[in-house]
């Protein structure tokens, strides 16, 4: 296949569904060969991709675990004997509460996937592309929650923030060896995630989408094409970017 990716190998955490699944495909329609990650089971997308006429196979993974983490860069490798971009994707939402509410168990699992993951994906991928020496892209997810306080949320938008100065510091590290490190940072999506916070909290993706001055709720697919663009040699002069995908939210 030809495309913006055509040649290279991606992978994908969080892929089964949402904004990841969606990537995945996106990266694969531009040429590239993807590693599907999850912790559940990626066949959907991988048949999607398939059927396309794309190259992907399916991999497990837990972000929490180095020893996880660092098995699915080794079977990119094994695959395709080299990685040239990595989508940090995975992660959960946690309960909606307050700050001085939230359940310390709930805190150290948000934490756990949303930011050491990224960390520890983010450590594997950039140890690949330095044995490589032909640079590469990382992209992470943040979120608007990274960028501006929105409120029952205290350890997503905290791991968010996080996320956020883990790509900068990186962006800054690696520049001189062509490694590239940006992040989305969406804005309300019909995803999984948020159909579970609409059923914890009715209303709430109505809630998000008046928040928004485009007055509606974006599709995984629309954060999927900044993902491609930032993979891909259009963005050869993009690092450091926290790039919101958000409709217009935080430009208020």
Same mark, same amino acid.
């Given at each position: 296949?030809?495309?913006?990716?055509?040649?290279?190998?991606?992978?994908?955490?969080?892929?089964? #569904?949402?904004?990841?699944?969606?990537?995945?495909?996106?990266?694969?329609?531009?040429?590239?060969?993807?590693?599907?990650?999850?912790?559940?089971?990626?066949?959907?997308?991988?048949?999607?991709? #398939?059927?396309?006429?794309?190259?992907?196979?399916?991999?497990?993974?837990?972000?929490?675990?180095?020893?996880?983490?660092?098995?699915?860069?080794?079977?990119?490798?094994?695959?395709?004997?080299?990685?040239?971009?990595?989508?940090?994707?995975?992660?959960?939402?946690?309960?909606?509460?307050?700050?001085?509410?939230?359940?310390?168990?709930?805190?150290?699992?948000?934490?756990?996937?949303?930011?050491?993951?990224?960390?520890?994906?983010?450590?594997?991928?950039?140890?690949?592309?330095?044995?490589?020496?032909?640079?590469?892209?990382?992209?992470?997810?943040? #979120?608007?929650?990274?960028?501006?306080?929105?409120?029952?949320?205290?350890?997503?938008?905290?791991?968010?923030?996080?996320?956020?100065?883990?790509?900068?510091?990186?962006?800054?590290?690696?520049?001189?060896?062509?490694?590239?490190?940006?992040?989305?940072?969406?804005?309300?999506?019909?995803?999984?995630?948020?159909?579970?916070?609409?059923?914890?909290?009715?209303?709430?993706?109505?809630?998000?989408?008046?928040?928004?001055?485009?007055?509606?709720?974006?599709?995984?697919?629309?954060?999927?094409?900044?993902?491609?663009?930032?993979?891909?040699?259009g963005a050869s002069f993009t690092t450091g970017l926290a790039m919101a995908v958000d409709g217009g939210l935080v430009?208020?």
């Amino acid at each position: 296949m030809t495309g913006t990716c055509a040649g290279k190998v991606a992978l994908v955490t969080g892929g089964a #569904s949402g904004i990841g699944r969606a990537s995945a495909v996106a990266l694969a329609r531009e040429g590239a060969r993807v590693l599907v990650a999850d912790i559940v089971d990626c066949a959907e997308t991988v048949a999607a991709i #398939s059927a396309a006429g794309g190259d992907a196979r399916a991999c497990r993974v837990d972000v929490a675990d180095e020893a996880s983490v660092d098995a699915m860069v080794a079977d990119a490798v094994a695959a395709w004997g080299r990685l040239d971009i990595a989508f940090n994707n995975a992660g959960v939402g946690g309960v909606l509460t307050r700050t001085a509410d939230y359940p310390v168990a709930d805190w150290h699992k948000v934490i756990a996937v949303n930011l050491t993951g990224v960390w520890l994906c983010m450590k594997a991928e950039l140890k690949q592309m330095l044995a490589q020496g032909q640079g590469g892209s990382i992209i992470n997810t943040a #979120s608007v929650a990274g960028l501006v306080g929105l409120g029952w949320a205290p350890a997503y938008s905290a791991a968010k923030h996080g996320v956020v100065g883990l790509t900068k510091n990186a962006a800054i590290e690696y520049a001189r060896h062509n490694i590239r490190v940006n992040a989305v940072c969406p804005g309300a999506v019909h995803t999984g995630m948020t159909a579970a916070a609409d059923q914890e909290r009715p209303g709430f993706l109505d809630n998000l989408a008046k928040q928004e001055p485009m007055a509606r709720v974006a599709a995984p697919e629309e954060i999927a094409s900044a993902v491609v663009w930032l993979a891909s040699d259009g963005a050869s002069f993009t690092t450091g970017l926290a790039m919101a995908v958000d409709g217009g939210l935080v430009a208020r």
